[in-house]
């Protein structure tokens, strides 16, 4: 056999193991980047409402300015994002659309971009954007976008359990979607997970969170037959909590249709004898 029919098969080899080796580095580094990518839910934990952000006009802000006493909701993105961070800004406002609650009357929505990067003039346009296809009064001191230093995003993210990780190759961030939904405090209260969020969820998260102070007697209603699962970030039906609520209901009208025809049969006696007596006189 000559060396070059050797040298062919090696050299094939030689490339297939390049390859491969290539693709299982390949596979093993978007392994990697997945396990720093998620969302850890960190329910009743306090936000650190002493960071230092710089607000759409430029001022300098603490992240406590906006706790006021209203819920706040919470939405981290990157505001030149090519896709991922616009579809969750996008689901969020068609979801604040749907919802008969008012961006700065009833709750606060603070976006915060995760990129040290960007300045407040991309902060300052979002807000433009979005506030306009919002379309309600008073929102624009309601809704608030804001950039920051790499220390108080990393503080921030590390709080609410938000990892991201900055690719090298594509200039891009690979993070996971979601919308916090926090207490007047800044306690975590709700996780909201992707780039829909039901409306009724959302609902039920603020009233939640602002302990009943916002919303009305039937949300609270509505809180006690159901339930937020954090696995995933939604409301599902208490069915034990609905049976207890139609059994309290059942006991109430049943009372009152027996108090109803007690009083009635109670008339009808006193009409009897008033007839009675008419008749002996």
């Not at 296809?133 to 008073?138: I, L, P, W």
């Not at 696995?231 to 609520?245: H, L, S």
């Amino acid at each position: 056999m000559g060396a070059e029919s050797v040298t062919i098969p090696f050299l094939l080899a030689s490339i297939f193991y390049l390859q491969s080796s290539s693709f299982v580095t390949a596979q093993q580094n978007a392994t990697d980047t997945l396990k720093n990518i998620g969302i850890e839910q960190r329910l009743n934990e306090q936000v650190p409402l002493d960071l230092a952000f710089c607000d759409e006009s430029g001022k300098m802000i603490r992240l406590g300015d906006y706790y006021d006493g209203k819920p706040v909701m919470l939405a981290l993105v990157y505001y030149e994002c090519p896709m991922l961070c616009n579809e969750v800004l996008n689901g969020l406002l068609r979801s604040l659309r749907a919802l008969q609650f008012d961006v700065g009357k009833e709750f606060t929505v603070v976006t915060v971009s995760f990129d040290p990067r960007e300045t407040s003039t991309l902060a300052a346009t979002k807000k433009q954007q979005y506030l306009k296809q919002y379309g309600r009064a008073g929102a624009e001191n309601g809704w608030h976008f804001l950039t920051g230093d790499e220390e108080s995003i990393r503080a921030l993210t590390q709080a609410v359990g938000f990892r991201y990780v900055y690719d090298e190759k594509s200039g891009q961030f690979a993070h996971a979607a979601a919308i916090i939904v926090t207490t007047p405090q800044g306690k975590l209260s709700r996780y909201f997970y992707g780039i829909e969020y039901p409306p009724k969820d959302l609902r039920l998260g603020l009233v939640e969170a602002s302990e009943g102070k916002i919303g009305a007697l039937s949300d609270r209603v509505l809180l006690f037959c159901y339930r937020y699962d954090p696995t995933t970030g939604k409301y599902g039906f208490a069915i034990m909590n609905a049976i207890r609520v139609g059994g309290a209901l059942t006991v109430l009208c049943l009372g009152t249709f027996i108090v109803v025809m007690i009083r009635r049969g109670r008339k009808a006696e006193r009409g009897t004898e008033n007839g009675g007596l008419r008749m002996e006189n």
